[in-house]
């Protein structure tokens, strides 16, 4: 009872935040990969399912084998790191490999993301700050639907723990505060690339506030460590694959040197209006504007630095978020939850002006009442796009319920070497079916069926009969409104 009477109320408030964040990401959380982007669920739950198959054979690479196969036939997807799905393999040996322990793991790691706002508004700031940011978070569509989606929210989570941790080692020069900074500045490094771009963020937020002469070795260590993981990491991929041409395709297709600035920026800013709301968009421009008046105004960049760092730092962590997107501007439009990388700018910029406007009411207490109903009605207006758009990231499907349920009848039917082919292309790499069959789909030309090196292929998806040269059955279920033939028992 001790305890809980030392708890304060901003404490209890915010533990009040948490559990309301709990409870509304939970919703659906049982629900088949069937919805908008759930192929990454089904993708990453694959390599999870891997990592417990296979161990140390995995060679700390993604394995991408959807089937049960030998160390020799893994086939590796070497776009990303590996590190990133351990935790997923873990909830997976503790709980299974179903959707509610997959989705457990970024909803766990996105709790953690609220609580290191609130600590970052309040070390930047004040509390109420800090407090109001994690407040924010929990309201806006992109964190309670694309938070309990791997990968990015584990990614995000270790990112913002390294710049607390620095930002607590600047001002308290703690070698805890440090190790801890190094720490999950590494493992964010080992998880995936996003992390790279927070370099350019601390090593200028470095050079602001530190003498370069005096503490020569931090920038050494900053910028030679992500170099010595980025080395390490690419010849993992090329002694596994032999060559590095699969990354480089895939890096310079999310480069999206085809794509023009100005329908990048039309479909961006479409996005971010839907992950983010109109309202909290409105409000991070009038930080900016109120950032910049500020600024213009002070005498020096001494004042700016020691009056507006906590301003100063949001600035950097916009441009974090900010280059990540515009560097990789294909992948984002693809990708719409790669946005969440400016999720914490966004909400810390919006609870920092909603603050300081709360306070310039104080001050004008002929206008208090007039200023508090356009507050509400604004708060009314985000509650209400947010939950517009949530409702429309839920109402999207890519798959049926029923697909699910082919998908795990297949897995139940069919033995461990037997094949599933199709002469549909778009059933190809389906993630979402592959994590349900545990079978890669292969795909097939007329003709092929009767070639003596095909006589494993079990089902025939298609809605296609010359495919078959010859009469079988037809399975009850169907897989996204195509006929399962069963090539086990023809005549």
């Known amino acids: 009872m001790r305890v809980i009477k030392k708890i304060d109320k901003t404490t209890w408030l915010l533990l009040a935040v948490a559990a309301i964040f709990i409870l509304l990401s939970s919703y659906q959380i049982n629900r088949p ?15 999870a399912k891997n990592n417990i198959r296979y161990g140390l054979q995995t060679h700390f690479a993604l394995v991408a084998n959807p089937e049960i196969t030998s160390p020799q036939n893994l086939s590796y997807y070497l ?24 989705r457990l793991v970024p909803l766990a790691f996105s709790l953690g993301t609220l609580f290191l706002i609130y600590l970052l508004g ?3 700031f004040n509390r109420g700050t800090g407090l109001l940011a994690a407040s924010l978070y929990t309201l806006l569509p992109i964190d309670l639907y694309f938070g309990k989606m791997m990968y990015d ?9 390294a710049l607390f941790f620095y930002l607590d080692w600047q001002k308290t020069k703690q070698n805890r505060s440090e190790l801890f900074f190094w720490l999950s500045l590494i493992i964010s490094l080992l998880m995936d690339w996003p992390a790279y771009f927070v370099i350019p963020v ?13 503490n020569f070795g931090f920038p050494i260590k900053l910028l030679g460590l992500p170099l010595v993981i980025l ?11 032999q060559s590095l041409d699969y990354l480089w395709q895939a890096f310079a297709f999310r480069l999206g040197n085809n794509l023009t600035w100005l329908n990048f920026l039309d479909s961006y800013f479409t996005e971010a209006t839907n992950n983010f709301t109109t309202i909290i968009l409105i409000a991070t421009l009038h930080w900016f504007i109120f950032f910049s008046i500020n600024a213009l105004k002070s005498k020096s960049w001494s004042q700016i630095k020691n009056e507006y760092s906590g301003d100063l730092f949001l600035l950097l962590l916009l441009l974090f978020g900010v280059s990540y997107n515009l560097v990789f501007k294909s992948y984002v439009l693809i990708h719409q939850f790669l946005q969440i990388y400016l999720v914490p700018f966004v909400v810390l910029a919006t609870a920092r002006i909603i603050y300081w406007l709360l306070g310039q009411i104080k001050k004008m207490p002929h206008y208090k009442n007039l200023y508090l109903v356009l507050i509400s009605l604004a708060l009314i207006l985000f509650l209400s796009q947010s939950y517009g758009e949530l409702s429309k990231l839920y109402q999207h499907k890519n798959l049926t319920a029923q697909d699910i349920k082919t998908a795990k009848l297949i897995n139940q039917e069919l033995k461990t070497d037997q094949i599933i082919a199709t002469d549909v292309k778009k059933l190809i790499n389906l ?12 795909l097939i030309e007329p003709g092929e069926l009767d070639q003596p090196n095909n006589d494993k292929i079990a089902l025939l998806i298609s809605n296609n009969p010359k495919v078959i040269n010859k009469s079988c059955p ?8 195509y006929k399962i033939y069963d090539l086990r028992n023809c005549d």
């Open 231 to 241: 080395v390490a990491t690419l010849a993992n991929f090329y002694f596994l694959a």
């Open 431 to 442: 993630q979402e079916i592959n994590f349900y069959t545990e079978r890669r789909i292969q």
């Open 122 to 124: 309040k070390k930047l």
């Open 79 to 102: 776009n990303h790191p590996w590190l990133t799905s351990l935790p997923l393999s873990i909830s997976y040996l503790l709980f299974g490999a179903n959707e509610i322990s997959t």
């Open 33 to 47: 990969f069937i919805g908008y982007h759930d192929f990454n669920n089904g993708f990453w739950g694959t390599f």
């Open 153 to 161: 929210p584990l990614v995000l989570f270790f990112i913002l723990l």
């Open 202 to 214: 601390i090593f200028l937020h470095f050079l602001i506030y530190n003498k370069i002469k005096n």
């Open 474 to 481: 037809v399975l009850d279920q169907k897989l996204l409104n």
